[in-house]
């Protein structure tokens, strides 16, 4: 099993401020990755797949990169809405999908 | 628009059984493989089954294995999770979700009911 790990577990960012999140892998999980992101009583929601491919919808202040086993996400500007959970999740060995613990920010 | 409506969670026994529905309309959902994924309380999202569109190809996560089956029916667009001999530790919020595919081996979760609570306790 792909093991994923998310750093930091909290990340403390002011409106307009740019955050950038961290996901790595166990082993190399190639570019099958995706990251969602959650608010309180929310289903998550698809933000990035394939490491660095926006989903419909998403803002383009939302960027991913990375491959293998590092992977970044990048919010250029915060806004107000952003403030969640952010989770990755591999697909590249399955079964088991896997996902990370998450990042939490949260508004400086 | 994508609608998926979990329904049948609830207060259960150690032991016990129960069967989670998730009703999809919006789509075509006999095309779509789907999946179920749980939120633990202060614990991440775990992938929990996977099943094909055609119901021909299923997988379980290990800590449900033999214990969880997932299937669906096409013709209801309806997709279910039967849950037995259920342990307090897999007390969470239960979604259903549709696979997104956007190319071979795409395993991800495109759009997510809003989940139904399972509490195991006694």
């Known amino acids: 099993e792909i093991v994923m790990t998310q750093s930091p577990a909290t990340l403390s960012v002011s409106p307009g401020e740019r955050a950038t999140l961290s996901c790595r892998a166990s082993?190399?999980?190639?570019?099958?990755l995706a990251w969602y992101q959650q608010k309180p009583g929310q289903a998550p929601r698809l933000l990035i797949y394939?490491?660095?491919t926006r989903a419909t919808g998403i803002p383009a202040r939302f960027s991913g990169s990375g491959s293998g086993t590092e992977f970044t996400l990048t919010i250029s500007s915060l806004q107000s809405e952003d403030f969640a959970v952010y989770f990755c999740?591999?697909?590249?060995?399955?079964?088991?999908?896997?996902f990370g613990p998450g990042t939490k920010v949260d508004i400086k | 628009q994508v609608q998926l409506v979990e329904s049948g969670g609830g207060v259960v026994q150690p032991g016990g059984s129960l069967r989670l529905s998730c009703a999809a309309s919006?789509?075509?959902?006999?095309?779509?493989?789907m999946h179920w994924v749980r939120h633990a309380p202060g614990k991440g999202l775990e992938w929990v089954a996977f099943?094909?569109?055609?119901?021909?190809?299923?997988y379980h996560a290990d800590s449900v294995k033999g214990r969880f089956t997932i299937s669906r029916d096409n013709s209801k667009n309806t997709l279910y999770l039967q849950m037995n001999s259920l342990r307090t530790e897999d007390t969470a919020v239960y979604y259903c979700?549709?696979?997104?595919?956007?190319?071979?081996?795409?395993?991800?979760?495109?759009?997510w009911g809003q989940g139904t609570l399972v509490t195991v306790s006694s």
């Open positions: 979700a549709r696979n997104y595919y956007y190319g071979s081996g795409s395993y991800l979760f495109d759009f």
């Open positions: 099943i094909g569109y055609d119901a021909i190809n299923q």
């Open positions: 394939g490491a660095s």
């Open positions: 999740q591999q697909y590249n060995n399955w079964p088991p999908i896997t």
């Open positions: 082993q190399s999980v190639s570019s099958n």
């Open positions: 919006g789509f075509t959902f006999r095309d779509n493989a």
